[in-house]
């Protein structure tokens, strides 16, 4: 911010606090991992009373996604994004939302989680208004409205939650929510969290803003928002029912038909679409239904398939969103039927778009097969018929749609269309600009490739983060009970 007018200076500022972020976010990984659940007390106000931000394995695991895809995102942004767009405070806007990310993921206090939202909130309207194109206000309208709405719900949800325990830290509210004798009202509650957290993660029925807006920003806004956005209402949804509202038949029957329903109609959805774009972001919503299927079933083995499948979401949707943001600038335009000619123009972009993709799909042994083993397994287990088919066709679907859009924008000939005059084609940037476009579509390919190849590590991961949360006493332990300030 203070290199408001220089827009190099900030970009240089951008990648390198980028990079910073990722070796900070590993450290706190690694830490995590070694000695377990760590906690901080903002004013040295023990918990409950005090504002608590708490880094358990779950945590530690966004935040080092989090900054993974940032630096992808800051990288790409500072090559794809237009200097008039710059010019308005891009950059302190795309860092401030992932301050929000950060903190939603970090935070020990159900208040303080709303408040981190309204801050990615306020800093994604910015980012997708920015520039002020009629489609870009429209989506905005959209994505605002639902997203107040939700933010409305939430903030209910607080209120009620708050007036039954008179509690607010969320491991404080672990122990007397259980105690509550009202079932009925703590089942309500319940239930406008899941409407609250369900709309922010797209699930169905109010996913529509997600396909209505994150089409309209520039490529490598989209990107974030594909990422990480809807990731945080998941993230969201499943601390709050293994910490909080744990062992409700009736509320894991509730989020079971929403997956079901979320895959289905994120399938149909993506089926029918033309704009890439547009495709993707039905493609978001679809895939946000294998991550609250695991929640739905409830067991150590989907939750587990429920956070691998997160780590894999988050960076292949960053990446396939940073690859339609460069297809765009090779063939001006985002018609799957206007493109075309991809591999005989660029025959290695072509090989390194395909791993993002068919990652997306789930063709062993890439990143997105190893998840969903998991998350039919314990389908069959639970003799949760419905939930399995919905899984079985969403994974169907997907393959049908990125090998539709496969052959339409790489392997048939390029149709004969009127080239733009004003634009800067990808073939026309300097070596420079190119190369940010391009090296992190490569990072992030390679991040999937390992999640996929080294899939023994990431499960690892996954059980280690599932067997936490499950029993969530060890997280209740270290805040009430065990507190450790991070020096």
């Keep these: ?57 779950l945590s530690a695991t966004l935040v080092l996604l989090t900054a993974i895809s940032g630096l992808a995102v800051a ?3 500072s ?43 306020i800093s994604s309207f910015v980012l997708i208004t920015l520039g002020g194109e009629k489609a870009q206000v429209e989506g905005a309208v959209k994505y605002f409205t639902l997203n107040i709405l939700a933010s409305t719900i939430f903030l209910t949800a607080i209120a009620v939650l708050y007036g039954l325990t008179g509690a607010l830290n969320m491991a404080d509210l672990s122990v007397k929510v259980a105690a509550i004798e009202n079932r009925g009202l703590v089942e309500l509650t319940a239930l406008l969290f899941l409407i609250a957290f369900g709309t922010k993660a797209a699930a169905f029925p109010l996913y529509f803003w997600l396909p209505a807006s994150y089409h ?52 149909l959805g993506a089926l029918v679409q033309n704009n890439l774009r547009k495709v993707f972001s039905y493609l978001i919503i679809c895939h ?16 587990a398939g429920t956070i691998f499948y997160l780590i894999h979401d988050i960076v292949v949707k960053t990446n396939l969103f940073m690859v339609s943001g460069l297809m765009y600038r090779i063939r001006g335009t985002n018609s799957v039927q206007a493109m ?15 791993i993002p993709l068919f990652s997306l799909v ?8 190893w998840p969903k083993i998991s998350l039919l397994k314990a389908g069959f287990t639970a003799q949760q018929w419905w939930l399995v088919g919905a899984i079985i066709f969403a ?85 009430l009970h065990k507190v450790q300030n991070i020096k």
């Design 340 to 354: 075309g000619g991809l591999y005989k123009d660029y025959p290695k972009l072509s090989l390194l778009i395909a």
């Design 395 to 479: 994974s169907l679907i997907t393959l049908f749609i990125i090998a539709k859009v496969w052959a339409g924008v790489v392997w048939k000939d390029k149709p004969k269309i009127e080239v733009k005059s004003n634009f800067r084609y990808f073939a026309n940037l300097s070596d420079l600009k190119k190369t940010q476009m391009i090296a992190p579509i490569v990072f992030l390919s390679l991040v999937s490739l390992y999640i996929g190849f080294g899939a023994e590590h990431i499960q690892q991961l996954s059980s280690r983060i599932a067997t936490e949360l499950m029993d969530n006493q060890q997280y209740v332990d270290a805040v």
């Design 79 to 121: 090559a794809s994004v237009v200097a008039a767009r710059l010019r308005f405070g891009y950059f302190p806007i795309f860092h401030f939302l992932l301050l929000g990310l950060n903190g939603a993921f970090l935070t020990g206090d159900i208040f303080n989680l709303y408040v981190w939202f309204e801050i990615i909130i």
């Design 362 to 369: 789930g063709i062993p042994p890439l990143s997105g097969f």
């Design 216 to 267: 309209t920003p520039p490529s490598a806004v989209s990107a974030i928002f594909a990422g990480l956005l809807t990731k945080v209402g998941v993230y969201a949804l499943i601390r709050v029912f293994t910490l909080i509202f744990v062992g409700d038949a009736f509320l894991y029957n509730i989020i079971s038909v929403m997956a079901i329903l979320t895959l289905f109609s994120g399938g």
């Design 75 to 77: 990288s790409f942004s």
């Design 288 to 303: 946000i239904g294998y991550m609250i299927a695991g929640l739905g079933l409830f067991t150590e083995v989907a939750i």
């Design 1 to 57: 911010m203070f290199f408001w007018n220089r827009i190099e200076m900030q970009k240089i500022i951008s990648i390198a606090g980028s990079v910073i972020s990722v070796a900070v976010s590993v450290w706190l990984f690694a830490y995590i991992w070694e000695h377990g659940t760590q906690t901080v007390q903002a004013g040295n106000w023990k918990a409950p009373f005090g504002i608590i931000f708490v880094a358990d394995t």
